[in-house]
């Protein structure tokens, strides 16, 4: 499903509205879009009968799935039930059905209905995977009765959601299932069936506002609405869905498995939503930075210290596929590029990210043209190159504006300085003319070759050099490395037995630390 905005709207980071187009099961609708400073808000349009259609939890959004499905892939509504999946036995009959509440997720559900509105309160959407749904005995479409034994026939939407939220971990829910309201359940703006549910993250602070599905009350008596939390979203262009017109705008979810696209009316227009929206992710990321780190304490993350920067980019996936590109998380620390594939929801996750790559060993290159930038015409791209012991590992990214551009390979080629001079010095074995040795390789004085102590006697010193001695560093990719001093002795031929590539990617980073810091370079 995609959304569009069809027009423009205020100005700023913190305030823009106007109407967009939303597109709900293929099919386009006009919604309200109104940007704060933490929020994307989208409202359907007013409709002409005055319902009300009041919903808890999930009040929809243009989406879609990790798996290129509608947002309905994770709820069960009643377009995804419907009535004659529903088993005849079950019709009109009460029952009784006990749901242990989770600690995240709730009830998992979202109603409708209430006194006010002439309805009973009905069960409209069921979170697949959440407590309601392991149940397997509830249906889109029951009326809950009662709950714990405290009645809701002629309960008001709040007093049901307060009645719900109130009821402890193990609820017992009166159901009956109702047929004849499934029209009702289905009634509302295209925006209630834009799916944006997930379940919150172990820290409401870095997802929903909320740790309960049930939590969230839409109180519109006009029009549906669907908030979406802007807090560490990927704001993007031109990734998931073709954009011959330029004119689309994609905010995929902090877990990856939803896109929301926006589609404004022109080119110039999308750029201004795009601004504005991507503003209001950046001014979050501070904060984001200060949350992790609470969370995290003094664990660290993944073996560092602490989190210098993060944010979302677009990783260019192997292949012939020029516009095949795939969002990642990347956070750079004091010692190490880390690429996550969503924002980690748990402690634990931080622990093991999908790629660990040293500053130390890590380059930063230039891509060439970025033909698959989200500007026109604006090489937005640029790539790493990191020494591993399987060889050069190399990534490009792409960023969505030229100051972001210019952060990310500041912070890429800053993070490679200050990691040397925090590092200072690394050591590897190695043969040399056939004896067992250790090159040790320091920020500040160079380089020595001494023999590994045999029988506890000591070390030897075979030679050191310092920086400026080097005429010329080669490798054979394989597990040879050629150091030139320019000695009588010539080159110097190290057998360090795996891949020297990432001691010749160490050896570039000190010495490009070293120029940096002596002002050579700009």
Not at 494 to 515: E, G, T
Request: glycine share 10%.
């Amino acid at each position: 499903m995609a959304v569009a905005a069809a027009g423009g709207g205020g100005g700023g980071r913190a305030q823009r509205s106007g109407w967009l187009e939303v597109l709900v099961r293929e099919r386009w609708h006009k919604v309200l879009a109104n940007l704060g400073g933490e929020a994307l808000v989208l409202s359907g349009e007013e409709r002409p009968d005055g319902a009300a259609h009041n919903g808890l939890g999930g009040d929809g959004a243009a989406c879609r799935g990790a798996e290129g499905g509608g947002g309905a892939a994770a709820v069960r509504t009643a377009f995804t039930d419907p009535p004659e999946q529903v088993p005849e036995a079950v019709s009109n009959k009460k029952r009784c059905v006990k749901v242990l509440k989770q600690e995240m997720g709730g009830l998992g559900i979202s109603i409708k209905g209430g006194k006010e509105n002439k309805m009973p309160i009905l069960i409209s959407k069921i979170f697949k995977g959440l407590a309601a749904d392991q149940t397997q005995a509830l249906y889109v479409g029951d009326a809950i009765l009662a709950v714990n034994g405290t009645d809701l026939r002629d309960a008001t939407h709040d007093e049901a959601v307060q009645a719900l939220k109130r009821a402890g971990k193990e609820v017992l829910l009166e159901v009956k299932y109702m047929r004849e309201a499934t029209p009702y359940v289905k009634k509302g703006s295209p925006v209630s069936e834009i799916g944006w549910e997930t379940p919150p993250p172990e820290s409401p602070r870095l997802g929903c506002a909320s740790a309960d599905p049930l939590s969230q009350l839409s109180l519109s008596i006009h029009r549906d609405k669907k908030t979406i939390p802007l807090k560490m979203c990927y704001v993007t262009r031109n990734m998931t869905v073709s954009d011959p017109e330029n004119r689309l705008i994609e905010v995929h979810s902090p877990d990856a498995k939803h896109t929301v696209v926006l589609r404004s009316k022109d080119s110039a227009t999308a750029q201004a939503w795009f601004n504005a929206i991507h503003s209001s992710v950046n001014e979050l990321i501070p904060r984001v930075i200060a949350e992790v780190r609470d969370q995290l304490g003094k664990t660290g993350i993944a073996g560092s210290r602490e989190i210098r920067h993060l944010g979302w980019l677009a990783e260019k996936v192997p292949g012939d596929n020029e516009k095949h590109w795939k969002p990642v998380l990347v956070v750079l620390t004091e010692k190490d590029l880390l690429i996550y594939e969503s924002m980690p929801r748990m402690k634990e996750v931080w622990f093991s990210p999908l790629h660990t790559y040293p500053l130390l060993a890590t380059r930063l290159v230039h891509s060439g043209p970025g033909k698959g930038s989200p500007q026109s015409g604006v090489d937005l791209s640029f790539a790493t190159r990191t020494g591993t012991r399987q060889g050069i590992e190399t990534h490009l990214f792409r960023t969505e504006s030229s100051r972001d551009l210019s952060l990310w390979t500041r912070s890429i080629v800053q993070g490679c300085h200050n990691s040397a001079e925090l590092i200072t010095e690394i050591a590897t074995s190695c043969t040399y003319k056939s004896q067992e040795c250790r090159l040790t390789i320091h920020y500040e004085h160079g380089f020595s070759l001494t023999t590994e102590p045999q029988d506890g006697a000591f070390s030897k010193t075979i030679a050191q050099y310092p920086y400026e001695k080097l005429k010329m560093s080669s490798d054979d990719g394989i597990r040879m490395l050629y150091l030139d001093f320019g000695g009588k002795d010539g080159e110097i031929q190290l057998d360090l037995h795996s891949c020297p590539k990432p001691i010749v990617f160490i050896i570039h980073s000190f010495l490009s630390a070293k120029i940096t810091r002596l002002g050579l370079v700009a």
